[in-house]
T-cell receptor
Framework: DTEVTQTPKHLVMGMTNKKSLKCEQH?????MYWYKQKAKKPPELMFV???????INESVPSRFSPECPNSSLLNLHLHALQPEDSALYLC?????????????FGEGSWLTVV | DAKTTQPPSMDCAEGRAANLPCNHS???????VYWYRQIHSQGPQYIIH???NNETNEMASLIITEDRKSSTLILPHATLRDTAVYYC???????????????FGKGTLLTVNP
């Protein structure tokens, strides 16, 4: 089972709204990721969590706020977004051991900011 | 991570083998070759990875040249559902630091025709 589940699949929000994207995996993976993908572009890394601690922040604006409440869950809190933030947001996870860290992706959440 | 070069697009007839090339001439000794694909509007799907030996799984085969400067992903009997963008990525197979990063290039759009 290599399933990463993301909700919601589609989200439309205004620029003054606060919303959250959610991600869940039950593979025992201890690294979790957020990627952003604009139309016709490859995915770009935003954040990495390792053992529930933020390990990498790729200079993402503070209007995106990640949270890892436990080893199975990853959230991305959204506030005061701009229309150019409209994109596909991908969650991913991987094991932490040197024996294997293939990264598995969810189906993504399509975000439209109006 | 080493950079990769892939053709922007390829065509393949349904039922025939699809051979997708990738150049990674600056690959380091501890870097693996990973392949992912992304079907339109879905999250990236892991296909296969390898270090220096040829690898095969239920989805595809990976052929890596002896000098490791290039590789070929082979889909033995392409179907219409294999139409997707295929990404060749090289990265260290471990955990920690920059090993978390999976840096996507532009990939190859494979179109399987009836």
């Amino acid at each position: 089972d290599t399933e990463v589940t993301q909700t919601p699949k589609h989200l439309v929000m205004g620029m003054t709204n606060k919303k959250s994207l959610k991600c869940e995996q039950h593979m025992g993976h201890r690294a979790m990721y957020w990627y952003k993908q604009k139309a016709k572009k490859p995915p770009e890394l935003m954040f990495v969590y390792s053992y529930e601690k933020l390990s990498i922040n790729e200079s993402v604006p503070s209007r995106f706020s990640p949270e890892c409440p436990n080893s199975s869950l990853l959230n991305l809190h959204l506030h005061a977004l701009q229309p150019e933030d409209s994109a596909l947001y991908l969650c991913a996870s991987s094991r932490q051991r040197t024996g294997g860290n293939t990264i598995y992706f969810g189906e993504g959440s399509w975000l439209t900011v109006v | 991570d080493a950079k990769t070069t892939q053709p922007p697009s390829m065509d393949c007839a349904e039922g025939r083998a699809a051979n997708l090339p990738c150049n990674h001439s600056t690959i380091s000794g501890n870097e693996y070759v990973y392949w992912y694909r992304q079907i339109h509007s879905q999250g990236p799907q892991y296909i296969i990875h390898g270090l220096k030996n040829n690898e095969t799984n239920e989805m595809a085969s990976l052929i890596i040249t002896e000098d490791r400067k290039s590789s070929t992903l082979i889909l033995p009997h392409a179907t219409l559902r294999d139409t997707a963008v295929y990404y060749c990525i090289v990265r260290v197979y471990g955990s920690g630091g920059s090993n978390y990063k999976l840096t996507f290039g532009k990939g190859t759009l494979l179109t399987v025709n009836p």
